[in-house]
């Protein structure tokens, strides 16, 4: 990577509508993270009804990271576009790919029920260049290899969160 510089374009002040993502840089000893949010809607492309979705996004950064706020302004865009759930996880992950050149992208999509189905779906990016040479010259590989297993099989099945009060 040519050592990217953040970028923060929202944090801080008054901005409703997505202008791009903000980043910062990777804190040591941050290798994975993983992003929830249940609160996003787009519209079906056929009928133009709202659907409703449940997003998760893993990835694992390498100098850069998302800040939450343009995350959300970019997750808000697609309440205005016609789009099939697997259409937007497809986009997601390769635009979060795009902003931070991480190793591994993955977003999980889970639409919630409407008409009795629900429809989950889940897209993957990779820069294979990136992980073999991580691999070859860090220590702690093992545990980097098992998150990037977890980015690529987003096995957990995906939730909404659970609040206590």
């Not at 901005?15 to 290798?31: H, I, M």
């Not at 979705?53 to 808000?76: G, N, Q």
């Not at 999980?108 to 990016?125: D, L, N, T, W």
Request: aromatic fraction near 10%; hydrophobic fraction near 35%; include cysteine.
């Amino acid at each position: 990577m040519k050592n990217k510089k953040p970028r923060l374009r929202s944090l801080g002040k008054k901005v409703t509508s997505f202008e791009g993502f903000d980043t910062f840089l990777r804190p040591a000893n941050t290798v994975f993270v993983s992003c929830i949010s249940d609160e996003i809607t787009a519209n079906c492309p056929v009928t133009n009804q709202p659907d409703w979705y449940l997003v998760e996004i893993r990835y694992m950064p390498d100098e850069l990271c998302i800040e939450s706020k343009s995350l959300k302004l970019y997750l808000h865009s697609f309440r205005n576009e016609g789009m099939f759930c697997e259409e937007m996880g497809s986009r997601i992950a390769t635009h979060i790919m795009e902003a931070v050149e991480a190793y591994a992208v993955a977003v999980a999509i889970k639409q919630k029920s409407r008409g009795g189905v629900s429809i989950v779906s889940r897209s993957y990016v990779e820069n294979t260049t990136k992980i073999e040479k991580y691999g070859q010259a860090n220590h702690v590989w093992t545990i980097w290899h098992h998150n990037l297993n977890c980015i690529r099989s987003c096995s957990t099945p995906i939730q909404s969160p659970t609040y206590s009060y």
